[in-house]
């Protein structure tokens, strides 16, 4: 059963500071996702990571995966209260599998950023 | 384009009830699947359904059911209210249900049983 966890699940960080969040999941897979979650609202697609090696970049948010090591970081870069929010990883089932549609999430992290 | 919708946003039921929650996905998309998320948790997979037959279930009782129309809007079903299932419930739409696609969600509706 695939399984993926995130840390840290609580961050709480200074506005201008940089941080990673990491996501480590437990079977082959071929796609990642990353969401935020604003409170009470639904989920917000950050970023979808492919292949080994992919890198995307959007603002102060840099998505990156090793699908070796099966593993992802977000990267927040000098980070602005406007980052607060959940932020969740997402695997998808391997291809094959019977449940190859299915997204399998992380427990989230909550970002808060204090001024 | 109108993204995905949902209906009702939010939703208070007493134990033992019945509910149905509505899903309409993106224009184009044929493929629909739901969540559950508890409050402080990750979303939970509950089915997947694509050109109306179900491709995915997750590990819930069957007390849930879901269906997909022949426009590919879909409803997820919950018979026998426990308080337990109050969370908020997420329709993700898709293009299809393998290859190269990415999964919109939602707004969700709330769901609170008591």
């Known amino acids: 059963e695939l399984k993926v966890e995130q840390n840290p699940l609580f961050l709480s960080m200074q506005e201008g500071k940089n941080y990673t969040i990491y996501c480590n999941y437990s079977?082959?897979?071929?796609?990642l996702y990353w969401y935020r979650q604003d409170p009470g609202k639904s989920l917000e697609s950050l970023f979808v990571?492919?292949?080994?090696?992919a890198v995307k970049q959007e603002g102060r948010l840099m998505a990156s995966l090793d699908t070796k090591a099966r593993l992802s970081t977000l990267h927040i870069t000098a980070a602005v209260h406007d980052l607060s929010a959940t932020y969740f990883c997402?695997?998808?089932?391997?291809?094959?599998?019977?449940?190859?549609?299915?997204?399998?999430f992380g427990q989230g992290t909550i970002l808060t950023v204090h001024p | 384009d109108a993204g995905v919708t949902q209906s009702p946003t939010h939703l208070i039921k007493t134990r033992g009830q019945h509910v149905t929650l509505r899903c309409s996905p993106i224009?184009?998309?044929?493929?629909v699947s739901w969540y559950q998320q508890v409050l402080g948790q990750g979303p939970q997979f509950i089915f997947q359904?694509?050109?109306?037959?179900?491709?995915g279930r997750g590990n819930f009782p069957d007390r849930f059911s879901a269906r997909q129309f022949p426009n590919y809007s879909s409803e997820l079903n919950v018979n026998a209210l426990l308080l337990g299932d109050s969370a908020l419930y997420l329709c993700?739409?898709?293009?299809?249900?393998?290859?190269?696609?990415?999964?919109?969600f939602g707004q969700g509706t709330r769901l609170t049983v008591v």
């Open positions: 224009s184009g998309h044929k493929s």
């Open positions: 990571l492919l292949s080994n090696g």
């Open positions: 359904y694509y050109e109306k037959e179900e491709r």
């Open positions: 079977t082959t897979s071929d796609r």
């Open positions: 993700a739409s898709s293009f299809r249900d393998r290859g190269l696609t990415e999964a919109f």
């Open positions: 997402a695997v998808r089932g391997n291809a094959g599998g019977t449940s190859y549609g299915k997204l399998t």
